[in-house]
């Protein structure tokens, strides 16, 4: 086909417009990196450099580790962070457990009282719980002060659901029949037939659901003491917020807390999960389109 025969969406842009969409992708990237490099940057200056360059330093002239040995050496922000990994393992292999058994069900004809609970499932998430009715169920359930309270009520995500729902119902019927012709049960059928051929989405709903429990601040705000907040919660009161922060080595006093300290904090709130995505994005595109497109 001829450059004269193609269609316009088809013809091969001219080095103006290719020179326009470099230059606007390279400002992208400049808004996106600079400030995490000023946040990384800051980090690892010194005090002194720190009030010297009006409490930003793109470029640390004698980089030091000392605010991260400082945070990590004890105190809150150390039991915070042991908070929020537990948080995040338990309840993302939880979530996931629940999130596969009730698809699964869901995802298969002829299931005993499949359809009501399916509408039941879409009820939750066209009219979600108001904050008060969450305080009161997780108060009568005797969950205020427990990290159980971080978990349960967000143990499955109706989105996430909808997704593992329709990507089930995307398996061929034949490999269901041929497992139900060895004698394979249900429970077989799942984790010998189902579980490996949904990989990519499995991988997907469950960074979903790692990214909402590490993220998560607002539920420990309403129902943990001070002394059992994760480490978002911590991020916010301390630096975003702008109060006082406990001394990270001793855990004792109260004092304000430096610009090298307060970027370590996010530094360490962020990186997990940015190790964590380049692992799975080749799971995104695959795993969440399949199961949107067949629910």
């Known amino acids: 086909m001829s450059d004269r025969t193609r269609p316009g969406w088809m013809e091969k842009p001219r080095p103006v417009t290719q020179a326009g969409k470099a230059l606007a992708l390279a400002v992208v990237v400049l808004l996106v990196c600079v400030p ?9 200056a010194s005090t002194e450099e720190v009030v010297a360059n009006g409490g930003w330093v793109l470029w640390p002239t004698n980089p ?16 915070a962070l ?5 948080v995040t393992v338990v309840g993302t292999l939880l979530s996931l457990l629940c999130t596969v058994t009730l698809a699964y069900a869901l995802a298969r004809p002829g299931v005993f009282g499949g359809r009501p609970v399916l509408l039941l499932v879409l009820f939750t998430f066209l009219f979600p719980p108001g ?3 969450s305080f009161l169920l997780v108060k009568e359930l005797g969950l205020l002060d427990s990290y159980a309270s971080l978990v349960l009520p967000v143990l499955v995500n109706v989105f996430n659901l909808v997704v593992l729902r329709g990507f089930f119902q995307g398996i061929p019927d034949e490999l269901y029949e041929a497992a139900r012709l060895d004698g394979a049960g249900d429970w077989r059928v799942l984790v010998s037939v189902v579980l490996p051929l949904s990989k990519a989405a499995l991988a997907v709903v469950g960074l979903f659901y790692a990214v909402a429990y590490w993220n998560s601040w607002f539920y420990a705000s309403l129902y943990l003491e001070s002394d059992h907040w994760p480490l978002q919660q911590v991020l916010r009161t301390y630096v975003v917020a702008g109060s006082g922060l406990t001394d990270a080595t001793t855990g004792e006093g109260t004092v304000t807390a430096p610009q090298t300290v307060q970027m370590a ?8 999960i940015l190790l964590v995505y380049p692992f799975l994005q080749k799971y995104f595109t695959k795993g969440v389109l399949t199961g949107a497109i067949k629910s």
Do not use: E, N, Q
């Not at 995490?36 to 690892?44: A, D, H, K, Q, R």
């Not at 042991?82 to 537990?86: E, F, K, N, P």
């Open 36 to 44: 995490f490099l000023v946040i990384v940057s800051t980090s690892l």
């Open 64 to 79: 030091s580790l000392k605010a991260y040995r400082d945070i990590l050496d004890g105190g809150i922000v150390t039991h």
């Open 82 to 86: 042991g908070v929020s990994i537990g």
């Open 131 to 133: 904050m008060i009715p």
């Open 265 to 272: 904090v996010l530094v360490i709130a962020t990186v997990p």
